[in-house]
DNA sequence: CAAATTCCTACAAAAATACTCGGAATTCGT
DNA sequence: ACGAATTCCGAGTATTTTTGTAGGAATTTG
């Protein structure tokens, strides 16, 4: 029931960048070295979001990674999916085109992984990029300091 | 985010076991069969539902397993949790001892993480075996059939 | 033109997963 | 008491997935 480091990288440097929204591109070097990631990794990782069309990539000097859209409108749940697929704690119940075993009719556990994925997606797909820029700047205000 | 098939394969196996409850030990290779499942392979997740404490076995002929508590009491999150270790899509946020990452505190991603977790745990700790058992037993009465 | 940077593809190391194998211990039925 | 059935145990292996590394081509800025 694990997430790979993937979601876990990608969701920290997509929130990089939400961070510096409006501000110009920001280059991958300075993401990595902010958030502790391989840079050549990250760069695999954020092609992924590149692709998906979350963020938008600047060539040449000066340039960078940006969201190509506002926090608001980027909600976690796509950046999750961009990066790890289509969400599913197994695959016959595979958001988009799930793969059918040959015992559905008498899989008993089937209902259990609807409702884990649903469980799942409606939380991932509740919050935004936005959200979390929010909270970051409520604990930078000395707000409530979780453990 | 996935399950390996040790949650998957187990859980199989115990509502294959939850829904003889009370006829006497089921030979673990009768299960393999029904649920199409390497024997020696499931021998091994058993044996993790066995020190979990929720299953016993019986030795030698005429031997198998069963519950080792009614369907009733026994939830889906017990079965996953002896299967696949504590519940946390990342590591920072495992159930009983998180692993704490060098950022907490500017971590942003983290609250994402733990409102899954909570999700995905409160989905599996709300449905018992019993709740699957009754489920089965609806579609074997020509109920509604899913996809 | 030089420096900075994205973009692309292929390869490689490490870890986790999914098994296989062989045999010891135990119990039942006869 | 014996043989068949079965759990129990630990070691080994194959496959897949994850997590990277390497090198360089393409693009843009100054």
Do not use: F
């Given at each position: 029931m694990?997430?790979s480091t993937?979601?876990?990288?990608?969701?920290k440097?997509?929130?990089?960048?939400?961070l510096?929204?409006?501000?110009?591109?920001?280059?991958?070097?300075?993401?990595?070295?902010r958030?502790?990631?391989s840079e050549?990794?990250?760069?695999?990782?954020?092609?992924?979001?590149?692709?998906a069309?979350?963020v938008k990539g600047?060539r040449?000097?000066q340039g960078?990674y940006m969201?190509?859209?506002?926090p608001?409108?980027?909600k976690?749940?796509?950046?999750?999916?961009?990066?790890e697929?289509?969400?599913?704690?197994?695959s016959?119940v595979?958001?988009?085109?799930p793969?059918?075993?040959?015992?559905v009719t008498?899989?008993?556990a089937?209902?259990?992984?609807?409702r884990?994925?649903?469980?799942v997606?409606?939380?991932?797909?509740?919050i935004?990029?936005?959200d979390?820029c929010r909270e970051?700047?409520d604990?930078?205000k000395?707000g409530h300091?979780?453990?």
């Amino acid at each position: 029931m694990r997430l790979s480091t993937r979601g876990h990288y990608g969701l920290k440097a997509i929130m990089d960048l939400a961070l510096r929204y409006g501000q110009g591109p920001v280059a991958l070097r300075s993401v990595a070295e902010r958030q502790g990631i391989s840079e050549h990794y990250l760069e695999q990782l954020i092609a992924l979001l590149r692709q998906a069309g979350l963020v938008k990539g600047v060539r040449g000097a000066q340039g960078g990674y940006m969201l190509a859209r506002e926090p608001e409108k980027i909600k976690v749940g796509e950046v999750i999916r961009a990066l790890e697929g289509p969400i599913a704690p197994v695959s016959c119940v595979k958001e988009g085109d799930p793969v059918a075993c040959d015992r559905v009719t008498y899989c008993r556990a089937r209902t259990v992984w609807l409702r884990v994925r649903d469980a799942v997606a409606s939380t991932l797909d509740s919050i935004s990029l936005a959200d979390l820029c929010r909270e970051a700047e409520d604990v930078r205000k000395g707000g409530h300091n979780a453990t």
